[in-house]
């Protein structure tokens, strides 16, 4: 397996299960955004090291997809908020960026959207949580099925097996 540019959102649901099968692979970066930072201290979660933070209004790393350096752009877990961004081109964070990025470098992406069906069973930071996506949340996961180069993945198993392929 190449080199794997991952990023991670502010999602908790799928959070442990991203970290744990980020510790399995070689050859990792990390892009964390804000609201993912804040979600690794709620969860008493540490950040990999030499992770990358979403710290400006621009994103350096963009030029690193488009010199070819990643096979793959990892986002797990994908808030709501950023699959809405990423069906509706609205590059305004790093991770909303890198996606905008890697498509238009023909980075293969693969997307772990935390809300994928009508109702989720997650652990929240402190007790089990029943989560009830909304209507358009589903939708959007729908539609960025539908995108070139981009590969939903519904579980971190169905992650792990599409990773396995690249």
């Known amino acids: 397996m190449g ?4 990023g991670i959102t502010g999602a908790g649901h799928f959070l442990k299960e991203s970290l744990a099968l ?8 990390l892009f964390i955004s804000r609201a993912g ?22 994103t350096a790393a963009c030029r690193q997809f488009a010199s070819g350096m990643y096979d793959v752009f990892v986002i797990a877990p994908a808030t709501s908020n950023s699959v809405a961004k990423f069906v509706h081109g609205i590059s305004d964070s790093m991770i ?16 772990l959207p935390s809300d994928t069906e009508e109702m989720v069973d997650t652990m929240g930071a402190t007790k089990p949580l029943k989560i009830h996506p909304r209507p358009i949340d589903l939708e959007n996961v ?18 792990a097996a599409a990773l396995k392929k690249i």
């Open 22 to 29: 980020i510790e399995t692979l070689d050859n990792v970066d």
């Open 37 to 58: 930072m804040e979600v690794l201290r709620m969860y008493s979660l540490k950040s990999p090291a030499g992770a990358v933070y979403d710290k400006s209004a621009s």
């Open 3 to 6: 080199k794997i540019a991952w």
């Open 142 to 159: 729908e539609r960025l099925k539908k995108f070139p180069g981009v590969k939903v993945a519904l579980t971190p198993e169905d992650l």
């Open 96 to 111: 909303t960026t890198l996606f905008a990025q890697s498509g238009k470098s023909r980075v293969p992406i693969i997307v």
